[in-house]
Structure formats: C-alpha cells, structure tokens
C-alpha cells in the first residue's frame, strides 16, 4: 500500500505555475535569466515529485534540458523523513528486524543527493566524458550536453 502511494505521487506530479517557474528561475540565475538562451518553453516536459524538467535552447545554438526544482523540497527533507518515521512506527508498519533508523538516515542522504542538482550536472558531465574516451562511443555527437538545473542548490 505504501509503495502504491508513493508510486502515484511520483506519476501524478502537478508542474509548478509560470509565475513561480519564473521566480524560481530568476533567483537561480539573476533577473534576465531569459537571456541565457535563444528559447525556452516554460511548459515543461516532464514533471515529477521533486522536480520539473524545460527544453531549452542555449546562446550557441545547444539544445538542453533544464531541471527546474520545486521550491522548498530540498529543505523539507528532514521534516519529511522524520514525520514518516514517525507514521511508520505509531502505525505499526515497520516489519521485525528492520532497522527504521538506518533505512530513514540512508532516504534522507540519498534525498538529498537527489536534490542536489548542481552535483548531478557535474556528474553528467564527467560521465560524458568519460562516454567520450571510450571505445564503446560511437557517435561523436557535439551537439548533446549535460544541460542546467535551477534551485538544486548543492554544491
């Protein structure tokens, strides 16, 4: 049951307001953020429980996603995972011998690793090159990129 809800609020994500996409997006990146890039859709194409994702079109001509994070969710993590604890163990969902603790510290990290979008576009990149140096790759496509994200905070 547990996992059936968690399942359906991760699919049944609402995209934030232009307004707030706006706001988000100018206190990541300063009031002419729009000057980034040729083209930006503001509908984004994918949304999910922490996060929304933007085609964008960069100045040189890069086409890219841009990882717009809900405000908010990076600093309710702790409360979040301790009012679940909480549920868990008062509603008697815990099975014998798991460790509740170990298992809500190793969500919270891996939580905050999740919102932490600046360390994901350094790994992206890394991974890229890595992609690039390898004999596996076979298509030396310049045009793809690691893209952007904004309010993922990190560093």
């Given at each position: 049951?547990?996992a059936?809800?968690?399942?359906?609020v991760?699919?049944?994500?609402?995209?934030?307001?232009?307004?707030?996409l706006?706001q988000?997006?100018?206190s990541?990146?300063?009031?002419?953020?729009?000057?980034l890039?040729?083209?930006?859709?503001?509908?984004?194409?994918a949304?999910?429980?922490?996060?929304?994702?933007?085609?964008a079109?960069?100045?040189?001509?890069?086409?890219?996603a841009?990882?717009?994070?809900?405000?908010?969710?990076?600093?309710?993590v702790?409360?979040?995972?301790?009012?679940?604890?909480r549920?868990?163990?008062?509603?008697a969902?815990?099975p014998?011998g798991?460790?509740?603790?170990?298992?809500?510290?190793t969500a919270?990290?891996?939580?905050?690793?999740?919102?932490?979008y600046?360390?994901?576009?350094k790994?992206?990149?890394?991974?890229?090159?890595?992609?690039?140096k390898?004999?596996?790759?076979?298509?030396?496509?310049d045009?793809?990129?690691?893209?952007?994200?904004a309010g993922?905070?990190g560093g």
């Open positions: 049951p547990l059936k809800a968690l399942e359906r991760r699919t049944e994500a609402n995209v934030m307001p232009k307004w707030q706006e988000v997006m100018s990541s990146f300063g009031s002419l953020w729009r000057d890039f040729l083209d930006f859709d503001m509908d984004a194409v949304a999910a429980s922490i996060g929304q994702v933007h085609q079109t960069t100045k040189q001509g890069k086409q890219v841009v990882k717009v994070q809900y405000p908010g969710v990076a600093d309710s702790e409360a979040d995972m301790a009012n679940l604890q549920l868990l163990t008062l509603g969902f815990v014998k798991l460790f509740l603790e170990r298992v809500i510290n919270k990290e891996e939580l905050r690793l999740e919102c932490d600046k360390r994901e576009a790994n992206q990149i890394l991974f890229r090159s890595s992609l690039m390898s004999s596996l790759w076979c298509n030396n496509n045009n793809a990129g690691a893209g952007a994200g993922g905070g």
